[in-house]
């Protein structure tokens, strides 16, 4: 027979509010995409240690991904040029819907959800136009609501400004088109720039690069809490210059960019993968799985403050008390004092980027 207090635990547990949003898989910090032993693509949930919480499967290999800020659900993106992305139900591991670029358009990899998660934004290219597109989407049916131009070429990485109203696009500059699969078309007259434009599309500002560094493709971003945007770019231009691959910039300001000393910025290979800023803001840094690198800047004063050698970095984000950052070779690690502290080793091969999971304000 039931003892009265077992009767009265399981009356209690049984009258528990059920478990909703990300608390339901584990309570994940970020999200990356990798390659598996078993020859699969996934996307997976990391805590904060690194340790793998869920893993869910991808039609074929990710690039970078979007978190619904309240639901457990994510879009993972095909690597550009890519035409699919699909949104998952991370508790499940099963595919909601399944967001198609329209003919004549391909996927950058990367999106964003507004601030309630009700629309979600992904970058897009117009192929035959040569002109970058933010497309709209129903962020419950994943109906395609409609689109406006993203303020240049190749846009690449977008986010959200705090405060929900603005978004940040990173427009590389680079035309591409799907007949020609990642080649380069328009490097002699390249122009990227960030856009700020409102979630109508309106242009709000634009901000160019001298042109003199207008074959340094603005590829990735990072938005500080206060609005100081963060961008890394992937140098185009000849292999004999070492140019800044660091921005820094905030709505109304000219962007200020960084560099490391010669001897470590030429090592950089003039590609900077992600880039993050520290969990207090102090510090931004970028990664170089090309030269197995990562890079760290004091923000106040922009100067380099260390170089680091980490076999195939490239995944970047803020961590609980510092810096993550994940690797090809399976490695999640953590940055917060002069040492990298490798926390684990998946058996998988972590892809480009770590995204991290931002909980609702």
């Not at 309630?116 to 290219?125: L, Q």
């Not at 910039?249 to 520290?278: N, V």
């Amino acid at each position: 027979m039931t003892s009265r207090r077992r009767f009265l635990a399981g009356l209690a547990a049984t009258s528990l509010p059920p478990i909703h949003g990300w608390a339901s898989v584990g309570r994940p910090e970020f999200l990356a995409a990798g390659l598996f032993p078993d020859g699969s693509y996934r996307l997976a949930g990391l805590d904060a240690q690194g340790t793998l919480l869920f893993s869910v499967p991808l039609p074929a290999r990710g690039h970078a991904a979007a978190a619904h800020p309240v639901k457990p659900q994510a879009v993972a993106f095909a690597r550009r040029p890519g035409t699919f992305a699909v949104v998952i139900d991370c508790v499940t591991g099963s595919p909601i819907a399944r967001l198609t670029a329209p003919e004549g358009r391909h996927f950058y990899g990367h999106g964003t959800f507004s601030a309630d998660g009700a629309i979600f934004f992904a970058t897009e290219n117009d192929f035959e136009a040569g002109e970058g597109i933010i497309g709209v989407w129903d962020a419950e049916t994943f109906a395609r609501l409609g689109e406006f131009p993203s303020g240049g070429v190749g846009p690449h990485d977008m986010r959200l400004m705090p405060g929900g109203k603005t978004l940040v696009i990173a427009n590389g500059g680079i035309e591409t088109h799907p007949e020609t699969g990642r080649t380069k078309l328009n490097l002699p007259t390249m122009k990227p720039n960030l856009t700020y434009l409102s979630l109508s599309g309106l242009v709000q500002e634009q901000v160019s690069l001298t042109p003199a560094l207008h074959k340094n493709s603005i590829r990735h971003l990072a938005v500080r809490r206060d609005g100081l945007v963060g961008f890394a770019m992937q140098w185009q231009g000849s292999k004999a210059e070492h140019p800044p691959l660091l921005g820094l910039h905030r709505q109304g300001e000219t962007p200020h960019l960084l560099s490391a000393p010669e001897q470590d910025q030429r090592t950089l290979q003039g590609y900077a993968g992600s880039i993050a800023f520290s969990a207090d803001g102090a510090t931004v840094a970028i990664t170089c799985p090309r030269s197995n690198a990562l890079h760290r800047f004091d923000v106040a004063s922009g100067t380099f403050s260390d170089a680091f050698e980490l076999e195939d970095v490239c995944g970047l984000g803020s961590g609980p008390n510092g810096l993550v950052f994940t690797t090809g070779t399976g490695v999640f690690g953590a940055l917060a004092t002069a040492h990298p502290e490798i926390r684990t080793r998946a058996k998988c091969q972590w892809d480009n980027h770590l995204v991290r999971i931002t909980p609702p304000a």
